[in-house]
């Protein structure tokens, strides 16, 4: 089956030679046709080109679907490397908290937090989460998300992480989204063992990583490397243990204080470092040169508060970097990649085009999925989405509360 998008007013980040990431100041460019075509075949790029180049002969004798994207831009579907969307439940009561002044460090003392959440998942059945998270699936793919990497973290027992990660499991196999896996163990010591932090920790190296790796749950594993959660020592014995099992970093870091997390995921070789409120020269220094993904989470920013990681400076050393929703019930309850984009050039100054590289080519590079998705290249998945009629790129983030995209396409197919 094919299906040709014609008249598109401009067909934006498109790649003859796909590209791992773009870093520095390639990072403001983003390759666009104006007046262009899109073909899509068997649920992957065809072709594409200007409407002069377009030679309906292609076609052949076949049945085709057209749409015409007159006024319209069409771009590749937002990727999204770093979300916590299986999940027991909304927390806005901590909302109300932390509106009347508390911060998230003391709420997360008191028990709530990341432990009010494992409270709750610990008592759902894998059927509830299954039906909560596919839903949360059905609502970030109408917001133009093609791709998502999703962590266990809430479950904070053998059994409980093994849940989530099931749960992960079989929303790979019903969403037509790109789904990622991530082992979040270490994302907070459990209730049980407080105060027996070590304990916690050995039981996430020598049961929980086992385990997963035997029941090939992961594709990466996560620590929450910050002030008042892991320490470097335990974030690097912990990646070294899941190395060991074939898992490849994705951390949380910097997040809350300058905590070493950058340092030790560079280490490790960590497919992305996140978060990144608290980066300095080292931290930039450190990621020089290797082949670790910064990615920052804006959402999470925004509504803790947080100081604003160095976006710019991070691009003007040559570095590239990614963004992510973070989706999650504590310090980002959305996953609306749309706002994301906004407050990268809102909060972080970064350019439309700068914004647009780090939510579709670089985010999936965060995620490991840069060979299919991120562009607009021939052989890649046909997961692009049509704006409504808009005047061009910088209208997308500007207009940030405006639901500008009219049709979303994940391999071919209208979601
Ligand atoms: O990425 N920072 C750590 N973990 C999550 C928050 C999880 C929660 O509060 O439930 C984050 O912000
Ligand atoms: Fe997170």
């Not at 059994?159 to 990660?165: C, P, Q, T």
């Not at 019930?329 to 590289?357: D, H």
Request: glycine residues 8%; contains cysteine; hydrophobic residues 45%.
């Amino acid at each position: 089956m094919k299906t040709i998008v014609t008249n598109i007013k401009q067909l934006v980040q498109v790649e003859k030679t796909p590209r791992r990431w773009a870093a520095g100041e390639e990072m403001a460019n983003v390759e666009t046709i104006e007046d262009a075509y899109l073909l899509v075949e068997n649920g992957r790029v065809a072709a594409f080109g200007a409407m002069q180049e377009f030679n309906e002969e292609t076609l052949g004798n076949e049945t085709f679907q057209e749409i015409d994207a007159t006024g319209r831009l069409v771009l590749p579907t937002f990727c999204d490397p770093h979300t916590h969307l299986v999940n027991a439940g909304s927390r806005e009561v901590e909302y109300i908290d932390k509106i009347k002044g508390l911060s998230y460090e003391q709420i997360a003392r008191r028990g709530g937090g990341i432990l009010n959440s494992a409270a709750r998942l610990r008592e759902a059945s894998e059927e509830e989460l299954l039906e909560a998270a596919a839903e949360r699936l059905r609502e970030i793919a109408a917001q133009g998300t093609g791709a998502v990497e999703i962590k266990s973290g809430y479950g904070l027992d053998t059994a409980s992480e093994l849940k989530m990660l099931r749960v992960i499991r079989r929303l790979k196999e019903i969403s037509p989204l790109t789904i990622k896996s991530t082992f979040l163990g270490a994302h907070a010591v459990p209730g049980e063992y407080k105060g027996r932090q070590a304990e916690y920790v050995d039981l996430v190296i020598n049961e929980m990583i086992p385990l997963v790796a035997a029941e090939e749950l992961a594709d990466y594993i996560d620590v929450f490397c910050d002030k008042g959660f892991f320490t470097v020592e335990e974030t690097d014995r912990i990646l070294n243990a899941g190395m060991k099992h074939g898992l490849r970093a994705k951390i949380h870091a910097n997040e809350l204080a300058p905590s070493g997390g950058v340092q030790v995921g560079v280490k490790y070789n960590a497919l992305s470092v996140d978060h990144l409120e608290h980066v300095g020269e080292g931290e930039i220094a450190a990621l020089l040169g290797s082949e670790t993904m910064p990615t920052i989470l804006p959402g999470a920013a925004f509504f803790l508060g947080l100081p604003r990681s160095p976006a710019r400076e991070m691009i003007r050393a040559g570095l590239p970097v990614a963004l992510a929703s973070d989706y999650n019930p504590g310090s980002s309850p959305s996953g609306n990649m749309r706002f994301i984009l906004s407050l990268a050039c809102i909060n972080y100054k970064m350019v439309p085009e700068e914004a647009i590289n780090a939510v579709t080519l670089n985010a999936a590079y965060a995620m490991g999925a840069e060979e299919e998705l991120g562009s607009i290249a021939v052989g890649k998945r046909a997961s692009f989405f049509i704006t409504k009629p808009v005047p061009g790129v910088a209208y997308l983030p500007y207009a940030f509360g405006s639901d500008w995209i009219e049709a979303v396409f994940i391999d071919g197919n209208a979601v």
